[in-house]
């Protein structure tokens, strides 16, 4: 079964839209209709399969963990197309390896301003036009973040707190703006497959599945859920 969603006249803006993740929800999102505002710290290449969706996507440069550049960008989104329906947290990174003991504080600070503090800006930017749509948040948390684990712990944390401000940003909108988080485990890119070279690359899911997941807590099907942490990592 295949699933299919209207954006037609939609307005979202995509942060980490230049990684595999990121670019996939774009994307999709851009072919069911939405005008996409992509947005990441890095510009894609010129011949980026992002920059070459017709006029359904445009990108906006800027570094989401600077508040002055996150404000910039979602006041040119909306002065730019007049409305803004959601908001997707995608930017993230990852460190590991290390037990806390051993842990430089500048890893850290790099994981929770990348993974929690971007998605923080972003909502606290946007929210309030979204109010005015009724729109939706759908951040990226990590299935990892549901415990404690050797080696990863910042990541974990900084993962959780993506979790935790979801339900927050619910709660506090109860009625008018939606907020829901996503939580892959291994991502089925080029990247991790040349990390994990001896991996089950078979239990991993595609950017591109997630994204679909993704779309749908845009979409008014996922009308009834808000602040909820849906599992997107299949058999890994």
């Known amino acids: ?54 006029d359904r996507i445009e990108f906006y440069q800027g570094d989401f963990t600077d508040e002055a550049d996150v404000a910039a960008i979602v006041d040119e989104v909306v002065e730019d197309h007049g409305r803004l329906d959601g908001l997707c947290n995608v930017a993230g990174t990852w460190r590991g390896g290390d037990p806390i003991d051993e ?32 729109g939706a948040v759908v951040s990226v948390s990590a299935r990892s973040s549901l415990e404690g684990g050797e080696g990863d712990g910042p990541y974990r944390a900084s993962k959780a707190g993506v979790r935790l401000l979801t339900e927050t940003i619910a709660e506090e909108n109860l009625g008018s703006v939606r907020a829901n988080a996503v939580m892959p485990s291994v991502i089925d890119t080029p990247m991790n497959r040349e990390m994990m070279p001896d991996a089950d690359h078979d239990s991993w899911v595609a950017p591109a599945e997630i994204a679909g997941v993704v779309a749908f807590l845009l979409s008014d099907a996922a009308e009834p859920t808000s602040g909820a942490a849906v599992p997107v990592y299949g058999e890994a």
């Open 103 to 134: 842990t430089d504080v500048e890893v850290f600070d790099l994981l929770f301003d990348v993974n929690l503090k971007t998605m923080f800006l972003a909502s606290k930017h946007a929210v309030p036009h979204l109010r005015e749509t009724g």
């Open 1 to 54: 079964m295949h699933a299919d969603f209207e954006f037609d006249g939609a307005v979202v803006l995509v942060t980490g839209a230049s990684g595999a993740l990121g670019s996939a929800v774009a994307e999709t999102l851009a072919d069911a209709g939405a005008t996409v505002a992509a947005s990441d710290v890095v510009r894609p290449d010129d011949d980026d399969a992002l920059l070459s969706t017709g």
